[in-house]
């Protein structure tokens, strides 16, 4: 009918696409043809920056290419050392546009690191609200939170601005396991503890410990805050006795008490009973065995899919309190 648009059929359609992709092939096979004959001529010129920049803007994962990029602009720096700044901003822009294309490319993440060691002056400030944003995003991208690491490094951003940033991290997101973690490296250089049986200074390590209370009992199925739990309480004593660590055993009595109230509440929970057996264990695993190896058959029919290890634990607790009892 006249005044109407034809609709493509389906045949149609796809064979425009592959047109297209065609095409899209044979322009890509030409600029990588001509990046690889400029590199084997040592060209390494405005003009290797320009095509690879092209090619990298669609596709950041072809870490050779940004491999040519980074002897460009060592060369640059070299002959030119005056215009290194610009071409690091510009590095800078293309780095920041293939990682909102692909957030967790290596390459691209790895290049933006390099980068910052070409100049002397960097806006940190701009580095740090970059990674806000993707983190906004993922806050989980472990490739952002080791560039923000480096970037901390380098600016000389004080672990106390660190630690105010993972609590509002955590305070948006108790599931956020990459800032309980984060949480964990910065604590014990701002709250070093004079004693070795603890983490941290024991105020803040009850501080933490209240922190952490608030997230299990806010969301119990999520594991992180129980890691970051584990790791205040346990990781210094695995597999060690607790005669000598009084100062802990106040601590783990008052977060026994708080996991006995979320297992009324929560009674097939996983996470409860096996923090559950873990403190009654380390409190005093002779006298609390008993209710232990319960617990442990709980975990079984709870969670058969670990019943080995469970089985295992068992075996364990109660030939150890056999040994110490003879």
Partial sequence: MHGRLKVR??????????????????????????????????????????LTGKVLAENPDIYTFWNVRKETLLKIKIERPDEVDSYVSKELDLTQHCIRVNSKSYNSWFQRSWVLDLVQQIDYQKELALCDKCLDLDDRNFHCWDYRRTVVAKSGTTAEDELKFSTLRISNNFSNYSSWHYRSKILPRIYPSSNKEMQIDIQKLTEECNLVQNAIFTDPNDQSPWFYQRWLLFSDIENESLEGKKNLLPIMSNELEACQQLYELEPRNKWVIFQMCELLWRINSVENQSRILQLIDALCEIDPLRKRFYKDWSSKITSSNEENHN
């Fill in 9 to 50: 059929t389906t045949a149609e359609q796809q064979e425009q696409k592959r047109k297209e992709r065609a095409k899209k092939l044979a322009i890509y096979r030409s600029v990588t043809d001509k990046i690889f004959t400029k590199r084997e001529n040592g060209e390494l010129d405005d003009e290797m920056l320009e």
